[in-house]
């Protein structure tokens, strides 16, 4: 059984910055992570993902160049350092991955970009 539990999400003002963590326990088996948003009244949307090495990561083009994603196998947790936040990027934050082919989600951290 795999558990996800994000955290980091606040409230931030236009042009500010948060970095959110996803903590996984049970094992991940080696597998790739994600971050995925959820603005209110909106359909869930990706954000980015990392591979298991971290070698290779992949980004919404709304993001790319504004948020990074790292992890720390050591640690379990995949990071999501997001800068430049407008108005838009107001959502709540999911981590999400992939086991044996079950997908396995938290209960997510809420980000309000708000002046």
């Known amino acids: 059984q795999v558990q996800l539990v994000e955290s980091g999400g606040g409230l931030v003002q236009p042009g500010g910055s948060l970095t959110l963590s996803c903590a996984a326990s049970g094992s991940i088996a080696r597998s790739a992570m994600g971050w995925y948003r959820q603005a209110s009244g909106k359909e869930r949307e990706f954000v980015a993902s990392i591979s298991w090495s971290g070698g290779s990561r992949s980004y919404a083009d709304s993001v790319t160049g504004r948020f990074t994603i790292s992890r720390d196998n050591a640690k379990n947790t995949v990071y999501l350092q997001m800068n430049s936040l407008n108005l838009e990027d107001t959502a709540v934050y999911y981590c999400?991955?992939?086991?044996?082919?079950?997908?396995?989600w938290g209960k997510g951290t809420l980000v309000t970009v708000s002046s």
């Open positions: 999400s991955v992939r086991v044996n082919g079950m997908s396995y």
